[in-house]
C-alpha cells in the first residue's frame, strides 16, 4: 500500500524501494540523493518508520504500508508540518526538504513536543547543502507548537 492507494508491482529483486516509487509510480517527493542512505533525501515512511528507500530493497516493501512526501498531505490540504516549513520559508534550493519534512514527522509522531535539541539530533544524518538547518529547526518546532 503506497500512500494509502493499494499498488501491485514488480521489481528486480536488487531494485530500490526509491527507484520503483519515482519511475514507475510516478512519485517525486523522494529524491535520488547519494544512493547510499546517507543524506536522506531519499526517505520515505514504511508502516511509521523513517527508512532510505535508495537502500531499501523494493521487494521488502511488500505487504506494508508505504507513505511518502505526496501521502503527507497536499498543496489544498498540506500537513501541519509542510505548512511551518512553508510559514517559515525552511527550504532554499529543496532538494533536503523531502527528507527533512519524512524524518521531521516521524520524529513528532513519536514525541510531539521535542526540544530544539532532540529536533536538530533526529535531523542530524539528514544533509543540507544550502544552510536551511535554522529554519528547518524553526519549522519543526513551529509545527509541534500547532499541533499540541
Do not use: W
Request: aromatic share 4%; charged share 20%.
Amino acid at each position: 500500500m503506497v500512500n494509502g492507494n493499494e499498488r501491485e508491482l514488480e521489481a528486480d529483486s536488487d531494485t530500490p524501494l526509491l527507484y520503483v516509487l519515482r519511475d514507475e509510480l510516478e512519485l517525486k517527493g523522494p529524491r535520488f540523493g547519494c544512493g547510499l542512505g546517507q543524506c536522506g533525501a531519499c526517505t520515505v515512511h514504511i508502516d511509521g518508520e523513517a527508512v532510505r528507500s535508495c537502500v531499501y530493497p523494493a521487494f521488502a516493501a511488500a505487504g506494508h504500508k508505504i507513505t511518502t512526501l505526496e501521502g503527507l498531505g497536499s498543496s489544498a490540504k498540506p500537513h501541519p508540518l509542510q505548512q511551518a516549513f512553508i510559514d517559515e520559508q525552511a527550504a532554499q534550493c529543496g532538494y533536503c526538504i523531502n527528507g527533512m519534512l519524512m524524518q521531521a514527522e516521524s520524529l513528532l509522531r513519536k514525541n510531539p513536543n521535542p526540544s530544539e535539541e532532540q529536533v536538530k539530533q533526529e535531523l542530524s544524518n539528514n544533509l543540507c547543502r544550502c544552510g536551511t538547518h535554522v529554519r528547518i529547526v524553526k519549522a519543526v518546532l513551529r509545527a509541534a507548537k500547532e499541533m499540541a
